[in-house]
């Protein structure tokens, strides 16, 4: 038994970084002395969620800002992120309730998207 206790901790240990590893990112936007960052994990699933995260490098802290599976795009100015959406923010079918403010950052949600069907490969790329 005792064997396995050791072994359960380096599995998780291991997984945890190969996470960081498989994200592939879309944008990135330095606000103030944060970081922006929308990515998403490269799995082989048709629809893999979005991620947007507020990373406060000095604290090594992140706060999530949205995980949805219809965003399009995100701008940054003046303090404000503005979140574009297909429709009605969601994570697959379950809709989202996203905060008004993170931080000192006001978050508004755009909700007028149009999608292009069939939907434009997305580029992205790995951090390295």
């Given at each position: 038994m005792r064997n396995f206790l050791i072994f359960i901790p380096v599995i998780?240990?291991?997984?945890?970084?190969?996470?960081?590893?498989?994200?592939?990112?879309?944008?990135?936007?330095?606000?103030?002395?944060?970081?922006?960052?929308?990515?998403?994990y490269s799995?082989?699933?048709?629809?893999?969620?979005?991620?947007?995260?507020?990373?406060?490098?000095i604290n090594d802290k992140s706060d999530t800002i949205v995980n949805s599976t219809n965003l399009k795009d995100l701008h940054f100015a003046n303090y404000t992120v503005t979140l574009f959406f297909y429709g009605k923010?969601?994570?697959?079918?379950?809709?989202?309730?996203?905060?008004?403010?993170?931080?000192?950052?006001?978050?508004?949600?755009?909700?007028?998207?149009i999608s292009n069907e069939p939907s434009p490969s997305r580029q992205s790329y790995l951090k390295k």
């Open positions: 998780t240990f291991g997984c945890a970084n190969k996470l960081q590893e498989d994200r592939l990112y879309l944008k990135e936007i330095k606000a103030k002395k944060k970081i922006i960052e929308w990515f998403y799995n082989v699933a048709s629809t893999s969620a979005d991620y947007v995260l507020l990373y406060d490098s923010p969601k994570i697959y079918d379950a809709p989202l309730i996203i905060k008004n403010t993170i931080d000192e950052f006001k978050i508004i949600v755009d909700t007028n998207a």
